[in-house]
């Protein structure tokens, strides 16, 4: 029964009773009596209680829907409200879940292209870093190179350091473009691309190990991506915000899937709430269907955990 007849019902079930009092042989006394009085107050006790009953009972699932929609969170898909309740309120349930699936699924195709366009920028700008500023600097140091060779002898350190510094800064040119688009991923393959990164990231206070299964199942070159792209930001946001002087890199396989741990002893995620980086790396488990999840670790430090799918194509 729908929310309105339950009120109405139950509202005019009240008002044939008190018309059947009127035209039937009760009597109400002037003054009225305790007794009249009694009777009185207690019928209209029972109709506010019945209307409170129904009431409370038809609202709930609208409750729960607000709820639902306060906590809401589009790269946290999957929770749905619970279909209950009057048919009003279990139509309106239903037709909520319903926007929340095409939201989820619009929000999965625009991400998909936003990345892939992010994608296609940093490959453009690391070819540009690398075959223009590269070559340039390149350049300069070869003609650095001859000025050394003819400096007088009290401007070669100057000279030396010169070529130091554009040395260092073509190193870091490189550094950057190869962050930009992981070559080793696309030459090599994720495991190989992984031991680069965790290579990479072991600077001076940090110590960045692998623990990396080469008995993988197939993955398609988006989810290896991915999962590049997860690592490599979690270990960013390790060696920048965590103060953590230990990191530790795991891939292994799963029954349906593969597993990426990125695991610190740093000082945790604390209350802070979810910056860009964090966002980024939903929005590409999102694009793939994975099940990302970030935690403290067992004793101290962040646990980032990627579980990937594999689907009977991708084997």
């Known amino acids: 029964m729908s929310l309105f007849w339950r009120i109405f019902s139950l509202n005019a079930t009240g008002l044939i009773a008190a018309a059947a009092l009127l035209l039937g042989p009760v009597t109400v006394s002037t003054p009225v009596l305790p007794a009249e009085a009694l009777v009185v107050v207690v019928g209209l006790a029972t109709l506010l209680a019945g209307n409170a009953i129904v009431l409370r009972l038809g609202l709930a699932p609208l409750r729960r829907l607000g709820r639902a929609m306060a906590t809401a969170d589009l790269l946290r898909p999957g929770a749905r409200a619970v279909v209950a309740g009057p ?4 139509e309106l349930i239903t037709t909520y879940n319903a926007m929340l699936d095409r939201l ?3 929000r999965a195709a625009g991400t998909a292209r936003a990345l892939l366009a992010q994608e296609r920028e940093r490959q453009r700008i690391a070819r540009e870093l690398h075959d223009e500023v590269g070559q340039t600097l390149t350049a300069v140091l070869l003609q650095l190179k001859r000025v050394a060779d003819r400096a007088p002898e009290e401007l ?12 260092a800064g073509l190193d870091e040119i490189r550094r950057i473009a190869r962050r930009l688009r992981p070559g080793v991923l696309e030459e090599l393959g994720l495991v190989s691309a992984l031991r680069s990164l965790a290579a990479e990231f072991t600077t001076h206070g940090l110590t960045v190990r692998h623990h990396i299964t080469g008995d993988l199942p197939p993955l398609t070159e988006q989810s290896e991506l991915v999962v590049y792209r997860v690592a490599q930001e ?10 953590a002087d230990r990191a530790e890199v795991r891939l292994r396989p799963l ?14 995620l604390g209350t802070a709430p979810e910056g860009a980086g964090i966002r980024g790396m939903r929005e590409r488990a999102l694009l793939i269907a994975a099940d990302l999840s970030l935690e403290a670790g067992h004793h101290d430090g962040t646990e980032v955990r990627l579980r990937v799918p594999v689907t009977a194509g991708d084997r």
Do not use: M, P, W, Y
């Open 104 to 106: 989820e699924s619009e």
């Open 234 to 243: 979690g270990l960013t946001n390790t060696a920048r915000h965590a103060g």
């Open 255 to 268: 029954a349906d899937g593969v597993e990426l741990l990125v695991r610190d002893n740093g000082k945790g």
């Open 87 to 90: 048919a009003e309120a279990a």
């Open 156 to 167: 070669r350190g100057e000279v030396g350091q010169a070529q130091e510094a554009t040395r």
